[in-house]
Structures are given as C-alpha cells and as structure tokens.
C-alpha cells in the first residue's frame, strides 16, 4: 500500500507544481510589450519552461553547440519535447495545427510565436513558411520536427522536405538535433514518448508518478541551408540518425551532475 500511496502523492504534488508554474508564467507573459518581438516571446517561453521542466522534475542534460539562431531539425517523441528544447534555449516551433486548442500549451504556443500548419495542406504550408522566414530573419533558432509525427523513439522515421524551403531561400544554418528520454522505473518509448492514440491524459497522469525523467539533448555541427531541399533533408535525416545512435549507445551520458539539474541560461545571458 505505501508504493501507490506515495506515487499517488508524488502525482499530485507535481501537477499542483506544474500548475504553479503554468499559470506563473501566463502571468508574466502580461509584462510583455503588445508588440514583443520573436525573441522576447522566446526568452519568455524559455523561463516559462525552465520552471515546468523543475516542477515535473525532468531532468535535461544539453550537449554540443547551442544554436543561436537559424533552423533546428530534431527527432520528436513527446509532448515533453517543447517543454525540454525551450528549457534548453530560446526557440520558437512549427507545430501541427491542433495544438492552438490544447489546453494551456495552446495558450503558450500562441503567445510564444509558434507557427501553427495544417498537415497535408499545401496552401496552409505555403503560409506557414512566410512566418518561418520572418523568424529566421528575426534570429530566433525555429525548431522543426520533420517526422511529422511522434514516435517510440526505437527509430528515427523519414524527413518531410516542406518546411525546410524557407531556410534554403534564407541560406540560414541548420541545426541536427536529438532527443532522448530515460526512466529508471519505467519504460520510456510508452511512459515518456507519446505516440500513435495514446490519450493525453492518462499518459501525463503516469508520467507525473516517475521518480525522474532524464532527457538528453544532443545538437550536431550546423549545416548551411542550399541546393535542393530534399537532397538536403535526407543528409539532415543521416546526420540526425548518427546523432540517435551514438546517445542511445553512450548511456553513461544520461548522468547529470549533481545540483547542476535544470539550470539553464539565454545564450544571450
């Protein structure tokens, strides 16, 4: 009885943090100027995201170099995947349409400058990619999910080339990245990667019964943007699928060093 009872208790202390968090931030997105730029819309999902990633206690550990700016392309895995890339820098995303109507993360979304496209619609795409070029020019790294979708994280499943013509025409840097997600009472690729028509709800409720949640980062050499933007989205794929190999190998990366968890800092700071 004590196990259930203390995950129970563990479950509800962090989503009453979570909520804390949430809601704080919210609250500080009213000290924003009406015409806040990409970046300070950045900078503030960036702090928003430091203080949910501490209240869930997940725990991300970056490695390489930090992208100030331009296109990053990583693999997707989860809900959790915002919360971690914006912990680890300032970045604004391109996002599936439905999340505007996601309860508090739409809200974020919306306010921190997302660019929201419908899938499989080449028109709304064709939009999508005038607001990518305008966060490139506004030096904020946008972060892309060429899968398309969410995975288990076993592999890393073909890029979708759309999206990735704004940074050809910018001739902007492009960033390879990595997620990887850890447990120590659990298994990752159902408990922390959310995919297929897994529910929402009973998936976060789960999640937030973990003693910790390690998530590794790993960002590559950054590429610049030219030529045809398939050719370019396959050597992204490879380099993005090296990365994979080497962090899901190298498990003794997953170690944080103690009461350096969560400390993150604006490449600007």
Not at 49 to 71: E, W
Not at 109 to 134: E, I, L
Not at 175 to 188: A, F, H, K, T, W
């Amino acid at each position: 009885m004590r196990e259930p009872l203390a995950i129970l208790a563990r479950r509800v202390h962090r989503l009453a943090g979570f909520f804390t968090a949430a809601f704080y931030g919210l609250w500080q997105h009213r000290k924003l100027p009406h015409d806040a730029s990409r970046a300070q819309c950045a900078t503030w999902l960036h702090q928003s995201c430091i203080r949910g990633v501490a209240a869930l206690n997940l725990q991300i550990s970056p490695t390489g170099q930090f992208p100030s700016g331009g296109m990053i392309v990583s693999n997707h895995l989860s809900y959790l995947d915002i919360l971690a890339l914006s912990a680890a820098l300032p970045c604004v995303f391109v996002s599936k349409a439905e999340v505007q109507r996601w309860p508090i993360f739409g809200r974020y979304a919306r306010w921190a400058g997302a660019v929201f496209v419908r899938r499989h619609d080449r028109a709304d795409a064709a939009r999508a990619n005038v607001s990518v070029t305008r966060s490139l020019q506004d030096g904020v790294p946008v972060v892309l999910f060429p899968e398309g979708t969410t995975t288990d994280g076993s592999r890393v499943l073909r890029f979708h080339s759309t999206m990735l013509q704004p940074a050809v025409e910018a001739e902007a840097l492009i960033s390879p990245c990595v997620i990887v997600y850890e447990l120590d009472d659990g298994d990752p690729s159902r408990e922390v990667c959310w995919w297929g028509d897994m529910p929402l709800l009973p998936h976060f409720w789960n999640l937030l019964g973990k003693k910790v949640i390690r998530g590794r980062i790993a960002f590559g050499e950054p590429m610049l943007a030219s030529g045809d933007r398939k050719e370019l989205s396959h050597v992204l794929h490879q380099q993005v699928v090296k990365l994979h190999e080497r962090l899901r190998q190298d498990r003794t990366g997953s170690q944080v060093a103690a009461g350096a968890h969560n400390e993150f800092r604006s490449p600007s700071q």
